[in-house]
């Protein structure tokens, strides 16, 4: 049973910064790429950071580069999201997030959404 546990949100100030993690089981993890997801109010959900199984590669949506760094710790089954020169526009609630191909079948899991309020 797959499962995403983030952690780690929470209120901040414009310019300050939190850290998210992401506490993953059921899965081998250190196979799998790892996300990271935010959804606004009344806005699509859209991607944010990936980073690759080995840690070794990783994307960002570009309003985030320079600010956002993504970071995985195998041993520990977690990834994260440190979060650094916060702005406003970055306030939503963050999801986790893990894709899986068995053949033909793509497999997709969310966590359960940490919020992350910035505001002055």
């Known amino acids: 049973q797959v499962q995403l546990v983030e952690s780690g949100g929470g209120l901040v100030q414009p310019g300050g910064s939190l850290r998210l993690s992401c506490a993953a089981s059921g899965f081998i993890f250190s196979r799998y790429p790892m996300s990271w997801y935010r959804q606004a109010p009344g806005k699509e959900r859209e991607l944010v950071a990936l980073?690759?199984?080995?840690?070794?590669?990783?994307n960002y949506l570009d309003s985030v580069k320079g600010r956002f760094t993504i970071s995985r710790d195998n041993a520990k089954n977690t990834v994260n999201l440190q979060m650094d020169s916060l702005k406003p526009e970055d306030t939503a609630v963050y999801y986790c997030?893990?894709?899986?191909?068995?053949?033909?079948?793509?497999?997709?899991?969310w966590g359960q959404g940490t919020q992350v309020t910035v505001s002055s």
């Open positions: 997030n893990a894709k899986m191909a068995d053949g033909r079948n793509l497999i997709v899991f």
């Open positions: 980073i690759n199984s080995a840690g070794t590669s990783t």
